[in-house]
């Protein structure tokens, strides 16, 4: 079998979620850049969108079968290769684990990626991103409050922290003043400890700039 | 132990995906009103914020525990209630049908709900959901081609299924012209024949007004 190929761009915040979690199962993978900018955006090239329709990074190509969409890829490898499991056993657990992801997945991300920002325009985009990163704060702030422990829920990591730490990412892109938010930055900098989530950083992937590093 | 109580707004996408899961499953349930405009939107309300901080519907109250987020419902329903299944058996094919849900409930939905349409005003709403959901529908489309039998991913109804006709419902709304789409209007008709899908329609809500009925 040839070995996992995940199709990423290394400030995709979905992109980064699945990066994590193959570096914490330790699935060797083979890393292939698409740039989202670079050539009008090499996520649109004929060849890419016959993958993936949706014309988006995240693609995991595994045993031959591509793989779109990065929850879908999560459940996926947490199915396959369940050590360490990304969700708990109980059923309760597992659907406030799935809430704070979809929160992130759904709720937040969408609403602030490069696509979005584009169609939104450079003038509008800063106020854009904002509005919607501090609106899903401050209620994801109030849900961790009655879930975390060390991590989103309790003190295993889960699914939802592989989603947390990149929209932090993308808050510290837009300068979002995460003080408002202490739980979710106190996560975020214990997570960020965890050697998968240093490897998985935008900074650590291969077709980062130089100058970024 | 009392009824599971669903927090719904009978337009809303997301909760019609829950209901039809509820139907399905054949789940007795108490159905609780939200009404997104009414009083500045109920979904607002100190008591309701309290238990959903998104402020979004739906929410499920199950043996007294909220859980809210439509997918972490229905994967929940899923585990709890396992007849019939909304997942196939088979790893690969789960991917795939969580790549489907995904591309709607995190790639289409999120960018043309209520709460968007609103920040974007009145003067440019009509154009911005058109946007979004023609471009994920030209995806989607493609995908299904790949996957779909008579519904979704062949001929089992699959939590796909739950997202794709309540998403062709917002489109209807935003006078989409489906005929670009002929294997989404395929399926949601053959969707729209079932016993559950006909139930969980927003028109047969308790809280849709008489002039929509």
Redesign the interface.
Known sequence: MSKPVLYSYFRSSCSWRVRIALLMKKIDFEYSAVHLVKDGGQQRSEEYSTTN????VPTLVI?G?P???????L??LD??YPDPPLLPKD??Q???V??I???I???I???QNLV?LQ?IGEEKKNEWGH?WINK?F???E??LNKTAGKYCLGDQVTMADLCLVPQVGNALRFNIDMSMFPLISKINEELSKLEAFKKAHPFAQPDCPEDLR
Do not use: D
């Open positions: 329709p949706m014309q988006q045993n079968q793989i779109s969409q990065s929850i879908a890829i459940e996926y199915e396959v059923s309760l597992r659907a406030k799935r809430e992801t979809e929160t997945c759904s709720g991300q969408p609403l979005v169609k509005f899903g401050v209620a994801l109030k849900i």
